[in-house]
């Protein structure tokens, strides 16, 4: 009975620790990037949060302050508007290159369509967000013209 329990606390561990080190795919990633932007359970409405831990778990290391640290921006990068009514997101992987992944996420905010293409690493973390871009600009320029 002693093993049992010691399994089923280990395997409770590895589970967390795979939970914390990022995602497995990278659909499953830019789909969790969008579980956050839901009309459902209010932490889960707020948009991606810009706390620390959630930076370690979407996004690449260089990318993980500039996500955490405060500003004003104008709008959400990530749904390209202040505010949200997003349609069904549609995920695809439009290429593999090298050592990274585009995905294209296409959704509808507020009856506006709107395209997104993630570049993601997979490293030892698991699957991380590199960068974001849209037809204009990046995640990454985005957040640089706005820190205080």
Known sequence: MRELTGIVALCAGLGLAAAEAGFRSPESLVRNVYAHYGQGAPEL????P???TTARQ???FPLRKA???PRAEPYDFLVQSPSWKLGPVAIAVAR???DKTYVAANFDNHGRRVTLNFILVNGPEGWLITDVESSHDSLRMFLEQFRN
């Open 96 to 98: 593999r290159q090298y």
């Open 50 to 52: 810009r706390d620390g």
């Open 45 to 48: 409405s707020k948009g991606l």
């Open 58 to 60: 979407f996004f690449d």
């Open 67 to 69: 996500w955490s640290t």
